[in-house]
Each structure stands twice: as structure tokens, then as C-alpha cells.
């Protein structure tokens, strides 16, 4: 069953379009990872989903955004206000800034049921506990009264993941949930996501820069670069048989700390700006093997196809 | 291989607190820390937030004061130096930092920038040598001279750590400490980093300090590699395939994400929390964590010892 169906979606904010041509499907109980190095546009695609553009005086521009078979980009505020936070849940990047720090957190986790399963004072108290037990935070009961300051950052980002499931959410968007965290941290927090996601049949969507984590986690890849989406595919093949030029070149940056020897090519050049897309195919700058055509014709991503790669050349199997 | 850099026993004390309302409490960030470096080696220093790291790499370059400890650097007892000798040799030891958008004085142009170090060390240069010396440098690092005109706010992060590592070469220096150079970067240019050191380090002899959290990039880049956990060195990796045998590492590695989904691995959760630093038990401050830790653990700091040239401070080294 289709959870999340994203077509062709491209956002603007005042005169400039950040984003465009990003589309991804996915299903119940499925994990995609968007990865991309900053400024690719994975967080404004998060937020374009949760219906957060206005906050940074950004709008839709073209594209839909089907939740559950719902279509989301026409609802009002009222609607979406329903959604988030009840059948759509956020994880944040930074636990540190996401909660209240005047408030203990068993209130702030509790305020989700609240306000989108109407429970009672006491009724959510004992859903948070359950929660907390759930997420293998150790003597729930006692933590509920501690103040965010009180705890570790993994421990904080374990609440906001609380927070998330509050109201028992089809859907979890994660926007780099360890970003901010120490390895081992990490580790836990990847793993108890992908347990998350097993045991109540979520989908997430998982954003991070990270390519090792999308190895480890995800089911399938959508890889964006510079406000577009490039490639997207089922996550053996993608490491496996990057199509992309881009994609293939990313894999190459990252140290295979544990396999090793194989030595780093970085991609020369950077990022271009928001300002500063390039015409045609937004890689071709620093691309190896772009030609005349690249810097002249956008190159097609196909939307409804498992795979794709928004490439004139895209790379054929590697032998 | 003669040794460029010997650390014997350093620690250093922070205090905190004081006052009417708030009892003093101190820690030890970095304690009872010994190694040395070979010149032309990379020696690697992993470890969490808050276990030292950056205090270490401190304090061997006397940055800040040691409590205790000594540092041998070409054979000079580097604490013993009066402030002139100590800034003469602060040529030979150079440090780039995490975040090179603060590096850089953003009113400097780039040419000012590379060139600050000779004025720091009183070296007089005519406005066409120092022309010439940052091109020089420039094209060192693979920059344009062309941009020695311009500003950091001009500059991508990139080209910015760039020029955070032309300003340490630009003294000739033997022992660059580099403290987690690319954790702000993209991995595109992160990549592009790592290679550039590699080159600079082979072309110019040079030998590195190489902090970071990240264990694969560290066993990619670094012939050593010291494991750091809450201020102590509790395993030396001689070489980066040797395998581990401090359980805190052993959790470190498996903690570690492979890049490639064949690799797939069931992460086993670590539990417990990191102690307070202001606060250690008497024993191993791992002990608390870790999955073979006996009552020895508990109440016996084990000491780093090295019977086969592989330091491990463990009382069940696995």
C-alpha cells in the first residue's frame, strides 16, 4: 500500500525555485533515505511534505504530495494541523533546540496525545510511559519528570522520537536524527528507528548526508543534488551500480573504514548556490564525462519507474 | 625513524565552580596521557565528544598549560621554554582547526591571511615577496592565485580550509595537529581534503596529529591510531588493521556504519550512559558500559601497558 506518493514536486520562495523534479513513492512499513550534501534540498522536501513552507515564506510550486491518498498540497492550515504531529510525525535534527527547555518532558511528550488522540490528563501520562518504556529509555516513570537539561543528547533525541509516535503516526519524517550525536549514539538510535519501523509498520522517511547510514538502514534511495533529484532506486542497486555520475562519485568520497584501500576521489569543485544553478544538468560542472548536450537540456527523472537517474549519459552496468 | 614528539604523563585539571553557592569541582580532560610521534607518521586520536580530544591537542602544542606532564618536540622540553624561544618554535608546530569559517579573520583578505604568520614570527617581507609567498602558497593547497584578493565571506567552505591549511604550512612546519579538519565539510570536499594532505605529506615530509570522530575516516587516513575515552588513552592501535582489544573499542568499530548494504549488521545497543567527568569511578570509567567488566573493573584503574607493542589500559583485553 502506497503511504507517500511524491510527483514532480518544486518549491519557490519569492522569485527563486530551490527545488524542482523531486519524486519518490513509498510504501507501508518501507524505509526510503534522501541523501544529498547540504544545500541538495532534502530538508525542503521534508518540509514541503509536512506543509512547513509558509514558515519560511516558501510555497508549492508545482508538484503533488499524496499522503495515504489524501492530497496534501491544497490543505488549509486547519487540515494540516490535524496531520502533523497526529498521522504524520517529525523527528528533528537537533534534540538540543527541539524541546522546551522550561518544561519536564513527560508534559511535552504527553501534549502530542492530548491534542490529536484527546486524552485525559492521566491517560496520556501513562501512554508517555509506556512510550519511553517502549524506546528503552531505563526507570520511564522517574524520567518523565526531568528537565530536558538533565539528560544526554542521545536521551533527548529518544524523547523527540516519543514525541513522534505520540499519536501512533502512519508516517515518521527524520530529518538527520543523528546528525548531532556521537557514533556509538548513533548506532542505537538508527537501530531503534529501524525496529520502530517494523514493529508498528511505519514508513519513514530518512534525510541525512550520510551515505553509510542509508547502507545500513534504508530499503530504497532517492540521491539529490543541488535543489533536483538524481537518482533513485532500490538501495543494493544503488551502491552496487550507481547510474548517476553523481551518485557514483559520492560513493567514491566516503572511506570504507572496516573493506578498505580503495583511495578517495573528492568531486572537484563545490556546490553551486541557489543563485547559481547551472543550465541544463545542474552536475555538469564538475561532472567527468558531460558533453555538450548536459549543459543545454535538463535530463528527464522519470517519476513512476523503481528506478531512475536524471542523466543524458546514465552509466550502464558496471561489469 | 627518529621520534618528533614525545608526550610523557600530561594531564590537565579544569576547575569549575566556586564562589558562596557552587562547591569547586574539578576534572581531569585529558589524564596521564603518553605517546610519541614518528616523524612522517599520521597518528590518528579518536574518541566521543567530550573525552579530550581537542584538550589534548591543546595542550601538546602548549597552547594551554599542562597540569602535569612532559612534551618533548625535536628533543626540546617544550614546557621548559621561556615565551621568545617558545615562539620561534611554534613555526615547527602548526594547527588547523574544526571550523574554518572563524579561523580566518573575516576583515583579512586571503593574502593577508597566509601571510599574518611572518609578521607573528617577525619575518620582514617586501610587498612583492609576500606576493610571491602567498601565490606560493596558494598553489600549494590547489587555490588560484587569483583569489588572493579576496575575502573569506567570498569563499566556500572548501576553499576556506584551504586556506586554513596554507597559513600552518606557511612556516615550514614539522608537526601540523589537525583537529577534526573536515567535520564542517561536505563529503565531496572532505574527500578532496583527505587528498590533499596525503600529497602535502609526502611532499613535504610532514608528520600529523589527526583528530576526528569519525573511526572509518581515521583507519583510512592515519598509520596509528590512539582511543580516547573520558580523558584517558585506554588502547594504542599500532597499525589500523590491528584488531581490538579494549571493549570500548571494539564498540566503537561496531558502531562504525559500513558504506555498502551487503555489510549489514545488527547494531548490539551499548548501555549506560557516559559518567560524569566531575565524577569517576575509582575503577575503569568504561566499566560501568561494558559487557565484560568484573569487580576488578570496577574498583582497579588498569593502566596502559603495552607487553607487545600494542598498548591496551584493560584488566580482560579481548
Known sequence: MTMLSVQDLGVSIGPIAPLSGVSFQLERGEIIGIVGESGSGKSLTAMGIMGL???????????????DGIELTGLSENEYRKLRGGR????????????????????????????????DRAGAKARTVELLGDLRIPEPASIYHLYPHQMSGGMKQRIVIAMALGADPDLLIADEPTTALDVTVQAQIIRLLGDLVKQRDLSLVLITHDMSVVAQTCDKVMVMYAGTAVERGPVQDI????????????????????????????????????????????????????????????????????????????????? | MTTLLDVRHLSKKFVSGGGPFRPVRSMHAVNDVSFSVDTGRVVGVVGESGCGKSTLARLVLRLIE?????????????????????????????????????????????????????????????????????????????????????????????????????????????LLVLDEPTASLDVSVQAQIISLLEKLRDELNLTYIFISHDLSLVKYFCDEILVMYLGRVVEALPST??????????????????????????????????????????????????????????????????????????HHPL
Open chain 2, 241 to 314: 588493521d590491528a584488531a581490538a582489544r579494549h571493549p570500548y573499542t571494539r564498540t566503537l568499530l561496531d558502531s562504525t556504519f559500513d558504506p555498502d548494504p551487503k555489510l549489514r549488521r545488527t547494531i548490539e545497543p551499548l548501555g549506560g550512559e557516559v559518567p560524569s567527568p566531575f565524577d569517576l569511578p575509582p575503577g575503569c570509567a568504561f566499566a560501568a558500559r561494558c559487557p565484560v567488566a568484573t569487580e576488578k573493573c570496577r574498583t582497579e584503574l588498569p593502566v596502559l601497558r603495552a607487553d607487545d607493542g600494542h598498548p591496551v589500559a584493560c
Open chain 1, 88 to 119: 504524520i510525525g517529525l523527528i528533528t535534527q537537533n534534540p538540543m533546540t527541539s524541546l522546551d527547555p522550561l518544561k519536564k518532558i513527560g508534559p511535552q511528550v504527553d501534549a502530542v496525545s492530548r491534542l490529536h488522540l484527546g486524552l
Open chain 1, 239 to 319: 551502491f552496487d551500480n550507481p547510474k548517476h555520475p553523481y551518485t557514483k562519485a559520492l560513493i567514491g568520497c566516503i572511506p570504507h573504514g572496516l573493506s578498505e584501500t580503495v583511495r578517495l576521489k573528492g568531486i572537484e569543485g563545490t556546490v553551486p548556490g541557489v543563485a547559481q544553478y547551472p543550465s541544463g544538468c545542474r552536475f555538469h560542472p564538475r561532472c567527468t564525462i558531460a558533453e555538450e548536450v548536459c549543459t543545454r537540456n535538463v535530463p528527464v527523472f522519470e517519476t513512476g519507474a523503481k528506478r531512475a537517474a536524471a542523466c543524458h549519459f546514465a552509466l550502464e552496468a558496471a561489469q
Open chain 2, 66 to 174: 599542562p597540569s602535569s606532564g612532559d612534551v618533548q618536540f625535536e628533543d626540546l622540553d617544550l614546557l621548559a621554554q621561556k615565551p621568545k624561544p617558545m615562539r620561534a618554535l611554534r613555526a615547527r608546530m602548526q594547527m588547523v582547526f574544526q571550523d574554518p569559517y572563524s579561523a580566518i579573520d573575516p576583515r583579512y583578505t586571503i593574502r593577508n591571511a597566509v601571510t599574518e604568520p611572518f609578521q607573528v614570527q617577525g619575518v620582514r617581507q617586501t610587498a612583492s615577496e609576500a606576493d610571491d609567498k602567498t601565490a606560493e602558497l596558494l598553489s600549494m593547497v590547489g587555490l588560484s592565485e587569483q583569489l588572493a584578493g579576496s575575502y573569506p565571506h567570498q569563499l566556500s567552505g572548501g576553499q576556506k580550509q584551504r586556506v586554513g591549511i596554507a597559513r600552518a604550512l606557511a612556516l615550514n612546519p614539522a
Open chain 1, 53 to 67: 513552507l509558509p514558515l519560511i515564506g516558501g510555497q508549492i510550486d508545482h508538484g503533488t504530495v499524496e499522503f
